[in-house]
């Protein structure tokens, strides 16, 4: 099911890292070094870095996202933080639902629709990001896992609602582990996504959307995962706050990536 109109897209999540100062360096060659690069660029940073890395990217098409978002609009939630003010510190894009915020704090599928909701009216692109752990695997329950991940995550939306949605597929156990999916079961993994999404929201929208692959993603294995045909980028983690290796990334050869 491979698609021309998908645009690829590298995000880099700089998770819990980095001073201002050094979000702003590096910001800067990230927004340097994208020129020519055959995809859409994002960083997700941390929330106290927004505003000083939006500073940096005016004018650059890197967009900038966050990481995560409370549901509700505002209120009395301290230490939350909403969708508008997100939007409001200049970001355009946030993660959703990492397996470190299910797997840490507890984010239940239920909390993950209403983040998708939020950040959808706010019009911040949501990037949806799901998973099966190691022992689902080895359990053969990687389909079911990502079909109920799918399911109630995107429980009640009209197809046209979802236009700006990305997906993550990140198997938990390649996430900073230096294990990555090798290029068929990555490619095995989106083609039941971009299958359930069709069934769920139609084939229109499905063979439009962006998925991204995301676990230990690095300058050595890009390539090959993005010649994948239903692998549409990636989400960066830890190579993302190497400058020269993130470069790298963003400007991955591919010949899917030559098609689009
Ligand atoms: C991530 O943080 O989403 C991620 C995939 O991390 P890493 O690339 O370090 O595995």
Redesign the pocket.
Known sequence: MSSNLRKPLIAG?W?MHLTLAESVALARTVKEGSANAPGEIAICVPFTALSVVAEVLKGSPVKLGAQDLHWESHGAYTGEISASQIKDAGAQMT?IA???RRRLFNETDAAVNKKIKAALAAQLIPVL?IGETLEEREASRTFKVLQTQLEEGLKGFAPTDLAPLVI?Y?PVW????GKTATPDQAQEAHLFIRKTCSRLYGEAWASGLRILY????TPENVDSLMSQPDVDGA??????LKPVGFLRIVHFQSPAGAKR
């Open positions: 999540n998770k993660l990492h397996s470190e990001c993550a990140e390649a996430i900073g582990t995301g676990g230990s993603v989400l960066v983690g830890g190579a993302s």
